[in-house]
């Protein structure tokens, strides 16, 4: 599954990543809003095909990066154990025709439908 389905303006991810995002992703700081308005943050430990001068050197100034970004969504909504959320797959589904992103653990589980997210910036930090 390549979660920039989701994302309708993705030149600079594809470049970033021109397989898309491959392994586990973490899907963090989830917001909603009126009107179906929402934020997600994607947290990603893959290293970038490119450099980005301004983050600095992979493995030694950072390699985590934060998708920020945001859209609509919000019509289904479905967390169980948030608080034990972790780097795991993501998947895409179709459930009645509405495209759904999933991701589970062994005591957790988020499924949720997306529409035209947009990325917002980028950010990183090194664990």
Not at 13 to 18: G, H
Request: proline share 2%; aromatic share 12%; net charge negative.
């Amino acid at each position: 599954m390549n979660i920039f389905d989701f994302i309708t303006t993705n030149l600079f991810l594809s470049n970033l990543f021109p397989q898309g995002l491959e392994g586990d992703v973490l899907l963090g700081q989830l917001s909603f809003s009126v009107k179906g308005q929402m934020a997600l943050n994607i947290h990603t430990q893959q290293k970038p095909a490119i450099e980005t001068a301004k983050w600095g050197t992979w493995g030694e100034d950072y390699n985590v990066i934060v998708l920020q970004l945001s859209g609509h969504g919000g019509r289904y909504l479905h967390m169980e154990n948030w608080w034990h959320a972790d780097f795991a797959p993501v998947n895409r589904i179709e459930e009645n025709g509405i495209a759904m992103l999933t991701q589970r653990g062994d005591n957790w589980s988020i499924k949720m439908d997306l529409d035209d997210l947009i990325l917002q910036r980028c950010s990183t930090y090194l664990i």
